[in-house]
């Protein structure tokens, strides 16, 4: 493309929707996803198909008054841990084989107790030094 190209569409949304992450599957991965009132999953990388562009996505996690809207998507793998950090600065490190693997179109379930008011900002995978996976 030329310089004064403005590329081409990845997504088309509608409404309030927004893109809240972006991964590069990897092979044996799994993708994490937290909502806002601290449930989340992890679903196989092979249920979420291939799209082309200028697609409108497809459900990751179903969100309703219970669980909040979806604040973060990563991909883990087995050993890894990931951190989870709320609005009101609470830190919880949890190991992914400690979560449920379930499909697209569920709820999920708690990872993290929050108080009132406190709601779920932030989900970050976190690298160990010695791991391979730091190439990446």
């Given at each position: 493309?030329?310089?004064?190209?403005?590329g081409?569409?990845?997504?088309?949304?509608?409404?309030?929707?927004e893109?809240?992450?972006l991964?590069?599957?990897?092979e044996g991965?799994?993708?994490?996803?937290?909502?806002?009132?601290?449930?989340?999953k992890?679903?196989?990388?092979?249920?979420f198909?291939?799209?082309?562009?200028?697609g409108q996505?497809?459900?990751?996690?179903?969100?309703?008054?219970r669980?909040?809207?979806?604040?973060g998507?990563v991909?883990?793998?087995?050993s890894?841990?990931?951190?989870?950090?709320s609005?009101?600065?609470?830190?919880?490190?949890?190991?992914?084989?400690?979560?449920?693997?379930?499909?697209?179109?569920?709820q999920?379930?708690?990872?993290?107790?929050?108080?009132?008011?406190?709601?779920?900002?932030?989900?970050?995978r976190?690298f160990?030094?010695?791991?391979?996976?730091l190439?990446s």
């Open positions: 493309m030329g310089r004064g190209a403005k081409v569409r990845g997504i088309r949304l509608s409404g309030a929707h893109v809240i992450s991964i590069v599957p990897q991965g799994r993708l994490l996803t937290a909502s806002a009132h601290g449930y989340g992890c679903t196989e990388i092979s249920e198909p291939t799209k082309g562009r200028g996505g497809l459900i990751a996690m179903q969100t309703s008054e669980n909040g809207s979806l604040i998507a991909q883990v793998f087995g890894d841990e990931v951190m989870l950090i609005n009101m600065g609470t830190l919880v490190r949890t190991a992914v084989d400690e979560i449920s693997v379930l499909g697209r179109n569920t999920g379930v708690k990872l993290i107790n929050l108080k009132d008011g406190e709601s779920l900002n932030s989900v970050e976190v160990d030094d010695e791991s391979d996976d190439e």
